[in-house]
């Protein structure tokens, strides 16, 4: 394994140890050193002397390295699966995603551009604008700690790929298999808290982000991604502009200093590095925002079919879904032991009611212990004690239905040109002996 040490230099020396309530009082905030460390890495990796170290962008895996088949690892990150090197994503394998809460270092990295570099969270100023927006207005981010309520919501994100691999014909993007998805806790204040602050004039409609990450083209007049959701989902009670995950620093590459959390809606709402919220009179219309990017068909379509740009609707929230994290597919288990599945599941804006099991290809399901969720948008997790009856091949199958009486479909659910919301249940694979 490469270890590719120091690109990903969080605020604080030690990732442990950089925690957010320590910002106002850190003599020295530059990342310089941080960055030179990080260049010292990638020189040693690439084996020779780095010309323009200062374009060297943050986040860059040597691409000396990435067509090999050596496993990577991301500073902060721990066991990810690389998907792309530029821009940089990276899922996390099922096993992996096994806690109740996810830990910063098993979040998953979903970049359309290049990352900024060399952050100050001090300098930092977000700005609230827009054609809706009664005044403009600026905070810094010590301005939004004391001047609204701090909270900490779990919440899910998800990218509205995940699971894009599975589409048959094949969709192109990342292909994502089933780890673009996690539930960390999220530290920040209520979105509605600081639009109200700077005023919504009455026919606003939607509310975007502008981030501070550059285009892969390397052309500073192009912008990588700029979306946003319709004013109801801004105004929900759990939607956030969070500073930290699990109570430390955001990780570099997942938004830090700032960035906002719609929880169940597809992870592209969701802006990293955000410096901008505009408030629209209309839908926005930024990149990324335009068909056919994260729309689906607006009417079911037959697999392969070409889909015009006027026929994609906007997907909203995501649907529900489910995930074995424990054991890994593949294990062997004694046919004398019981075995107790864990895993979580999650839909959109609503909840889990009954996540149902089966040994047998679907033929019986027994219903699976559920927790209440940790608070509203978070995942649920759920326990399941089995006993095989014989030695042999099993397939284990997972199947959540909502609050609103959704299921999981059994088979990949409707085709759809970008490959999004694939919500298949999960099927995981146990050798009994
Ligand atoms: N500024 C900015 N925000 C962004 C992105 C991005 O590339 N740039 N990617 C989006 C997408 S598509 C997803 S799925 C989530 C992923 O969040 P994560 O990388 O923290 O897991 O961030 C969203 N926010
Ligand atoms: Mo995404």
């Not at 990732?15 to 309530?21: I, K, L, M, R």
């Not at 027994?366 to 095989?388: C, G, I, M, V, Y």
Request: glycine fraction near 10%; proline fraction near 7%; charged fraction near 20%.
């Amino acid at each position: 394994m490469k270890r590719v040490r120091g690109i990903h230099e969080f605020f604080a020396d030690d990732p442990d140890q950089a925690d957010w309530n320590t910002w106002g009082r850190r003599s020295d905030p530059t990342t310089r050193r941080g960055f030179v460390k990080g260049l010292g890495a990638f020189t040693a990796l690439v084996g020779a002397r780095v010309v323009f170290p200062e374009q060297v962008p943050a986040g860059l895996i040597p691409a000396s390295l990435a067509n090999s088949n050596d496993s990577f690892q991301i500073e902060g990150k721990d066991g990810l699966t690389l998907l792309n090197d530029r821009p940089l994503n990276a899922e996390t394998p099922p096993h992996l995603l096994n806690d109740d809460i996810t830990p910063s270092n098993r979040l998953f990295i979903r970049n359309n551009g290049i990352p900024p570099k060399n952050v100050d969270p001090h300098g930092w100023t977000l700005t609230l604008n827009g054609e809706s927006a009664m005044q403009e207005k600026s905070y810094s981010i010590q301005d939004l700690r004391r001047k609204f309520e701090n909270i900490e919501r779990q919440l899910v994100m998800e990218c509205g790929g995940n699971g894009r691999s599975e589409f048959d014909p094949p969709v192109s993007g990342n292909q994502w298999t089933l780890g673009a998805v996690g539930c960390p806790r999220w530290n920040g204040v209520r979105l509605k808290d600081v639009l109200a602050d700077c005023g919504l004039d009455e026919n606003a409609v939607y509310v975007a982000f502008h981030g501070a990450d550059t285009h892969i083209s390397g052309d500073a007049n192009r912008i990588p991604i700029s979306r946003g959701v319709p004013i109801s989902k801004a105004l929900d009670d759990e939607s956030m502009i969070a500073w930290g995950m699990n109570g430390h620093n955001l990780h570099e590459m997942n938004g830090h200093p700032l960035r906002l959390v719609f929880g169940g809606w597809p992870g592209s709402t969701s802006g990293k590095w955000i410096n901008q919220i505009s408030i629209r009179d209309r839908i926005h219309d930024g990149p990324k925002m335009a068909s056919p990017s994260y729309r689906v068909p607006c009417e079911p379509v037959a697999p392969g079919q070409t889909v015009d740009d006027e026929d994609m609707c906007i997907i909203h929230e995501m649907p529900v879904k489910s995930l074995i994290t424990y054991p890994q597919s593949g294990v062997t288990h004694k046919v004398s032991d019981s075995l107790v599945l864990h895993g979580h599941a999650w839909s959109g804006d609503t909840s889990i009611s009954k996540l149902r099991i089966s040994i047998d290809y679907g033929r019986t399901w027994e219903d699976s212990k559920l927790d209440s969720p940790k608070n509203r948008l978070a995942w649920q997790n759920f326990d399941h004690t089995l006993k095989f009856p014989t030695t042999g091949y099993y397939e284990v199958w997972a199947c959540a239905e909502d609050a609103r009486g959704h299921s999981q479909p059994m088979v990949l659910p409707s085709w759809n040109p970008k490959g999004y919301l694939n919500n298949a249940c999960h099927r995981i694979a146990i050798y009994v002996s």
